[in-house]
C-alpha cells in the first residue's frame, strides 16, 4: 500500500484591515480565494481564517505588520503598500505584482500661508510630522537636507496646526484631508499603489507554490 504523505502546512495570506481590504476581497475572489464567512464580520474577534482554497489561510493584520510578519516568515504571502514596504524596506520581502489598488501618493505638505513665501531650496533642517520618518529622512538627504521626525500614527494634519512643526509627510488622495486643515502640497515624494509580497525564503523552499500565486495575482491585476 502507497504510504500517505502529510501535506505541507497551509499557506498564510496576511491582509492589511482597513481600506484596502475593500478593493482587495473582489480581486481574491477572482484569484479563486473566497474567505471563510466569519472573515467579514469586522466585529469578530479572531484573527486567523480559513479559505476556499484548503492550503491557504488568511490573517487580517495592520497594514504595517503584514509587512513585519512576512518579513518574519510568520505569514508567506502578503499585500502591501508601497508606502509600507518603502518604510519598512526589509530584505526578505519580495514584492512582484502591483495590484494597483490603494492609489494615492506620499507627499510633503505644510501651512497654505506658509507656503506663499517659502524656497524649498532653501531648507537645510526641517522638522516633519510623519508616520512615515525613514522615507522622510532618505527623501531629505538627498538632497543634504536634514529632516528631523515627529512620530505619528495618524491625524499628522493636526501638528502644524498645533504648533508642533511646519510640514508634514502623508499619504494624499483626493487632497480632502489637506485641504480641510489647511496644508497644500508642496513636494510629490512617490506614487503609492498596493503589491502582492511574498517571503524570499518561503520562495525558494516552496517554489512552485508560492509562485503559482504570484502568477495568478499578476493575471488578475493585469485583467483589472
Ligand atoms: N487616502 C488613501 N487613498 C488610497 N490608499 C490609501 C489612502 N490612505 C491609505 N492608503 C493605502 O492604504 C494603506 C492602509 O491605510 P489605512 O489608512 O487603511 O491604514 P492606517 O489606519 O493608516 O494604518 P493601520 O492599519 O496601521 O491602522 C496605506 O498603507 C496605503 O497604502
Ligand atoms: O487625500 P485624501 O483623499 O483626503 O486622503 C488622504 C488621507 O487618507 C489617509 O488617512 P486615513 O483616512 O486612512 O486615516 P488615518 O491615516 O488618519 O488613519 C491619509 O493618512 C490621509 O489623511
Known sequence: MPSERPSPPPLVLALPKGRILRELVPLMQRAGIEPEPEFHDEHSRRLLFSTSVPGIELVRVRSFDVATFVAHGGAQLGVAGNDVLMEFDHPEIYAPVDLGIGRCRISVA??????EDDDPSRWSHVR???KYSQITRRHFAAR???A???????AMELAPILGMCRRIVDLVSTGATLAANGLVEVE???????RFIVNRTALKTRPREVMGWVER???VADAA
Open 110 to 115: 505644510e501651512r497654505k500661508e506658509l507656503m
Open 128 to 130: 516633519i510630522a510623519t
Open 188 to 194: 510629490h515624494i512617490a506614487d503609492v499603489t498596493s
Open 144 to 146: 543634504g537636507v536634514q
Open 148 to 154: 528631523e521626525c515627529i512620530k505619528l500614527n495618524g
Open 217 to 219: 495575482f499578476r493575471e
